[in-house]
Every structure is written in C-alpha cells, then in structure tokens.
C-alpha cells in the first residue's frame, strides 16, 4: 500500500515505544551499546545482544543505534565539531536529505533523539524514494532565513541522485533560493548550489567544506562539520519533542 501520510511526523507507535516507561531502560541500552563499541565489539552482535537483554522493538533498536558511538567516536567528534557562531562567512555543503528530513520531523511532531555525541536525529528514512510532505517546502524556507541570519555566504546542498523525486526537490530548492534571494545574493550561484550526485556521503567525507549532518559515518570521516539541524531546532522550533537518549537515567 503506498504511503500516503502527508507528514513526517511521529509513528503510530511511537507515544507507546519511547513513553516514559521505556525512556530509562532505551537509555541504559544506549550506554551499554556505546560500552560495547568502545571496546571494540562488532556492531551488529553488540546491538542484538543489548536490544534482547532490554527486550526493545525494532524501532527502539533502531533509536539506540543511531543515538549510540564508541568514546573514541564521540572525542573525535567533538574535536572537529564548529559550533554555529564559528561558520559565519563560511561555505557549507549541506547534506540535504539528512538535514531537511529532520527539520521536517521536528516541525511535524515526530521525536528528535539527541545522541551521546549531542546531535539531534529523527527515525525517518527515504527507502529510495523522497516523498514531498506538507512541511518540506517551510522547511526548507526555515533553513534559508537561518543560514541568511547566521551569516552563511554560500551553501552546496548535496543530493542523492539515486533517489527518486531528488530532482523535484532540486528544483524547488532552486525556485526558493531564487525567490528569497537568500544570503543577500539576487543569483543562485552567488548563495546556493544545488547538485545531484551518487553517493553525497563520498563527496562530504573527501570535501574541505563545513558539513551539515549528523549523519554517523560522515562525522567521523569528514574534516570539520556541524549540527545544522540541531541548532535550527534548538532555536527555532521550541516545541520540538526532543528525547535525550546520551544521558543516564
């Protein structure tokens, strides 16, 4: 059946699996998993080992996982982390999927988990296709006014050409760029770029530019990044339903 919701916002489930029942025990299995990581314990057995012992769902798995890091990821980190007020005047490239799917999350409702590494992610996925919802395009106008405000010269949003609709949202990513005239620029190419490629992961990882993700692999390999999304909804979307999972209860 296709999916025909018109937000991104919290699964049916979701009030149940991380009430304030589960929050506790999804914790511990965050500080358990990041133990076994740091000692150097494979992913995958460390996560069904934990996800057993508290008995948690697929979808709290999943929390877990993505909220988790070994100590030598969360140091390593931080030590290439820029804090906003350290990008003005900067160029970032932005990964677009990564960043705007949040921003949608946290404008519609759906849970944010901030991690052991203090970002902010959401459980959503693409599933190889993009599919537009009713606060993409606020989204995507929330995160222009930002960078205008913050002072980002330019910005490259990377796009993963695999992934249907990508060129859809190319175009209205350049139709509002060139309305708002955004970064005080009146042409797109002085402000924003936007390109479709195959893996943006690769392109970020190897780049010199600022990266806008919070995306695990990309933080750890990338030269310097920042949490875009978590400093948007942090200041600009205050009734976000942000759930720390990087804390011990």
């Not at 007020?85 to 490239?93: L, R």
């Amino acid at each position: 059946m296709p999916d025909k919701r018109l937000h991104r916002g919290q699964h049916p489930a979701d009030k149940k699996l991380f009430g304030e029942t589960w929050i506790p025990n999804i914790r511990r299995a965050v500080a358990d998993y990041s133990l076994l990581l740091s000692k150097g314990y494979a992913e995958k057995s460390s996560l069904k080992l934990v996800g057993d012992r508290f008995t948690l769902t697929e979808r709290q798995r999943l929390a877990v996982m993505r909220s988790a890091c070994s100590e030598e990821q969360r140091a390593s980190r931080k030590s290439r982390q820029l804090e906003i007020n350290q990008i003005a005047g900067q160029v970032i490239a932005i990964d677009g999927y990564n960043v705007l799917i949040t921003i949608e999350a946290a404008m519609s409702g759906g849970l944010i988990f901030r991690g052991r590494d203090g970002c902010c992610r959401d459980l959503a996925s693409i599933h190889g296709t993009y599919r537009r919802v009713s606060e993409t395009q606020p989204a995507i106008e929330l995160i222009g006014g930002f960078l205008q405000q913050i002072g980002i010269s330019q910005a490259l949003w990377l796009l993963d050409s695999p992934v249907s609709n990508s060129g859809r949202l190319k175009t209205l990513l350049r139709e509002l760029a060139e309305k708002n005239k955004w970064n005080g620029f009146g042409k797109l190419t002085a402000g924003w770029e936007i390109e479709l490629v195959t893996s943006p992961d690769a392109v970020l990882i190897k780049g010199e530019k600022i990266v806008a993700s919070s995306d695990s692999m990309i933080l750890d390999k990338c030269c310097k990044w920042v949490d875009l999304a978590g400093e948007i909804i942090k200041k600009r979307i205050p009734a976000a339903k942000i759930i720390d999972l990087g804390i011990q209860s």
